[in-house]
């Protein structure tokens, strides 16, 4: 990485959930708030695995396009498997964002009452070990993501094992995102200015320049966490379960300078979610004169995911 623009959201240290887990709580809530991010080091995935995962993903994007599209399921939301340039475009966007993508979401047995709207992964022939490795990391995201939320929870003054319940089965997605090299005068953006749908975003591959976030003042901030850290940030789920008290930010990926954009750029996002069936009602204690309920009426974490997937292009 070349001239790294220094982060506006300092690191913390998961470490510090083990010795000190109050004081954690409380620097990870206050960054959320403040920002509606969070850099998370020492998250303890397995360099190895995580190493494995992105010369998987590499592999998996250098294929032919004739053959990632086999894997592509029309109507389907991009919920599994590949989904090709030019689908996705931020809401309100007048421009696609310039990525492809792979979706692995919940292996869910047989006869499951949530297979439904969690339909069975999509696995491809090649690269070798993909399954394994995606199957290995997706459980390990879901285990840092559940520790993370224990924190939240102690942050709101609820039991530290609040989200249990709410995320058992939820539709989580590990995202593998591919953003080519691109011209110098490519039209617009990696990935437009958009907010994420879920609860949190767990993502590891913020360390190539581009991921910036909208403060408060209108001005776009860098993120750029150090090598090997993971960004978290807060999704609309837990803005509108918060009340807003934790803000789920606006964020995009800019275009790299000139002499970066024959860089390729890949990023694994982890989308936690709630389960399909989950109501959410603003938390009482997110309440008070100061701060009425924006949202008096509750809504399924289902029927919000689909209502937002259709304002970005991947639902009709």
């Known amino acids: 990485m070349l001239d790294s623009p220094v ?20 620097e990870f809530g206050a960054s959320f708030e403040r920002f509606g991010f969070a850099v998370i ?8 695995l995580i190493d494995r995962a992105w010369a998987l993903t590499g592999a998996f994007f250098d294929q032919s396009l004739d053959y990632k599209k086999q894997f592509h399921v029309p109507g389907q939301g991009g919920a599994r498997g590949y989904t090709p340039f ?5 809401k ?4 696609h964002d310039l990525k492809e993508f792979w979706h692995v979401g919940r292996d869910l047995p047989a006869g499951h009452p949530y297979r439904a709207t969690m339909p069975d992964n999509l696995w491809p022939d090649r690269p070798e070990g993909f399954r394994e490795t995606f199957t290995a990391l997706f459980a390990e995201f879901d285990r840092v993501g559940a520790r993370l939320l224990s924190a939240i929870a102690r942050h709101l003054g ?42 949190i975003t767990l993502l590891l591959g913020a360390e190539e320049a581009g991921l910036e976030l909208l403060d408060r003042d209108g001005r776009w901030l860098p993120i750029a966490p150090p090598q090997g850290a993971m960004v978290v940030n807060v999704g609309d789920m837990l803005q509108r379960l918060t009340n807003h008290v934790l803000p789920s930010t ?31 009602r603003t938390l009482p204690g997110c309440v008070s004169a100061d701060r009425p309920d924006r949202y008096p009426q509750s809504i399924t974490a289902d029927e919000y995911l689909f209502q937002r997937l259709r304002e970005i292009g991947l639902l009709k």
């Open 250 to 280: 606006t964020h995009r990926v800019v275009n790299p300078p000139v002499e970066r954009r024959g860089v390729p750029r890949y990023s694994m996002p982890f989308f936690l979610h709630l389960r399909p069936d989950f109501e959410i």
């Open 41 to 48: 080091a020492d998250h303890g995935i397995d360099q190895a």
């Open 158 to 199: 609820l039991a530290a094992d609040w989200f249990v319940d709410p995320v058992e089965n939820g539709n989580s997605v590990l995202r593998l995102l591919h953003y080519p090299p691109i011209s110098a005068h490519a039209p617009g953006v990696r990935a437009g200015a958009h907010e994420d749908i879920n609860l």
């Open 7 to 26: 982060s506006a959201v300092p690191p913390l240290s998961l470490l510090k959930d083990e010795q000190d887990p109050d004081g954690f709580a409380r």
């Open 86 to 90: 030019g689908l996705e475009i931020a």
């Open 92 to 95: 309100d966007a007048s421009e």
